[in-house]
């Protein structure tokens, strides 16, 4: 097995460079998601990454790895068809906060009930930023952007909470300025069995609509005796109008979508024969 610093540099692209803008949360990511592949050890060609449209979707690039730039709020289901017929791949689903939780949001429940074994991240700026600054799902209220000059009149999403209601079994959201933070979660969360997902918050310095000194003053981190199995606290912390904390908010344990069909497969090709099947249906 190679040692990590003999994999340095293994996993970045050795041909496409970022063209993100200078300053970009998004470089943070990158760097972490390089360490953590070094960190597990894992081979290049077991990997397998799927994002979707806007500045984050560029990340599928930036690996040597298997990759997929899909369409727009496509990349979880994507990701899904992939990881059931190859299982054995590492699978990185990577998103915005529009992609994510705007065109895409509605997959997200159907991926928490089948608890498909792969990493979903949120990387969220709280705005639409490749294409010129348009409000986003989390863009707050009352904001001026593109298309809300007069400030933005919905509501903005909490998305801890949905993902919380969602049942998914494992959240956790840090910021692209915590590399710390960044290393331990993604590490876990990739490790974790089951569908996991990582939001990180990302600032966008050409549209800034959540600076880097605003994000430094709300964050705080969970407090240290939070219960990662007890719900109902982890959604006291997902509504705090005080902070926005990070850590790991919940974590539970279950049979993954793989485990599932296994079990479905093995009844189906034990209970009947395929002529005892095809007999049925004359």
């Known amino acids: 097995m190679k040692t990590i610093s ?30 953590t592949f070094k960190a597990l050890e894992f081979k290049p060609e077991d990997i397998a990454i799927v994002s979707g449209i806007g500045c984050s979707g560029r990340f599928s690039h930036y690996f040597n790895s298997y990759s ?7 990349a979880l289901p994507t990701a899904t068809g992939l990881k059931t017929v190859r299982p054995d791949l590492h699978v990185i689903t990577i998103g915005g906060d529009g992609d994510g939780l705007s065109i895409g949001g509605g997959h997200i429940a159907h991926a928490a009930r089948k608890n498909v074994d792969l990493t979903y991240i949120i990387l969220d700026n709280n705005v639409y930023g490749m294409t010129k600054g348009q409000s986003s799902p989390t863009t707050p209220l009352g904001y001026n952007t593109k298309t809300a000059p007069y400030g933005v009149y919905e509501e903005s999403l909490n998305p801890i909470a949905m993902f919380l209601a969602y049942n998914i079994g494992y959240i956790a959201r840090t910021t692209s300025t915590d590399m710390k933070g960044m290393l331990s979660i ?6 974790h069995k089951g569908f996991s997902l990582v939001y990180i918050m990302s600032p966008c310095v050409t549209y800034s609509v959540l600076p880097y000194a605003k994000l430094k003053e709300i964050v705080k981190p969970l407090p240290e005796d939070h219960d990662t199995s007890d719900k109902m ?11 926005m904390y990070t850590g790991v908010f919940y974590k539970e344990e279950k049979t993954s979508l793989d485990e599932r069909l296994k079990e479905v497969f093995h009844i189906a090709h ?9 007999e049925e249906f004359k």
């Not at 993604?186 to 490790?191: D, G, P, R, S």
């Not at 606290?233 to 902070?243: I, L, R, T, V």
């Open 186 to 191: 993604l590490k876990e969360a990739i490790e």
């Open 68 to 74: 997929l730039h899909g369409t727009h709020g496509r």
């Open 233 to 243: 606290s982890a959604f006291k912390y997902a509504y705090s109008d005080e902070h």
């Open 6 to 35: 003999q994999t340095f540099n293994t996993y970045k692209s050795k041909t496409i460079k970022p063209v993100w803008c200078p300053g970009c949360g998004d470089y943070g990511v990158l760097a972490a998601l390089d360490k």
């Open 270 to 278: 034990t209970s009947k024969t395929t002529s005892e099947i095809m």
